[in-house]
Nanobody, 121 residues
């Protein structure tokens, strides 16, 4: 089992920044890819950014949604158990519940509880 806990959400003005964190616990050695997704009422959950596990001394490969590329940065700690989402130049349309996600080497998928990000104009 893997547990994911997001933190760092909040209310920010347009143009501002937030940094989200997602800490994994449990069977962390089984964790492969991790990522951030977001969802607003009435819409499907969408990918924001993903990052692979990487190697012992190398960072994982990253992938971004077109809507956030250049503004958001996903990163992962050396232990591979925590990811971050640095969000800059935030827009009102970035308002959503942001969810942390991970996939294990056995292809199991886990989700965090979500953290609310609200961007005011």
């Amino acid at each position: 089992q893997v547990q994911l806990v997001e933190s760092g959400g909040g209310l920010v003005q347009a143009g501002g920044s937030l940094r989200l964190s997602c800490a994994a616990s449990g069977s962390i050695l089984t964790i492969s890819d991790m990522g951030w997704y977001r969802q607003v009422p009435g819409k499907q959950r969408e990918l924001v950014a993903t990052i692979t596990r990487g190697g012992l001394t190398r960072s994982g490969s990253t992938n971004y949604a077109d809507s956030v590329r250049g503004r958001f940065t996903i990163s992962r700690d050396a232990a591979k158990s925590t990811i971050y989402l640095q969000m800059n130049s935030l827009k009102p349309e970035d308002t959503a519940v942001y969810y942390c996600n991970t996939k294990t080497f056995g292809s199991a998928v886990y989700w965090g509880q979500g953290t609310q990000v609200t961007v005011s104009s």
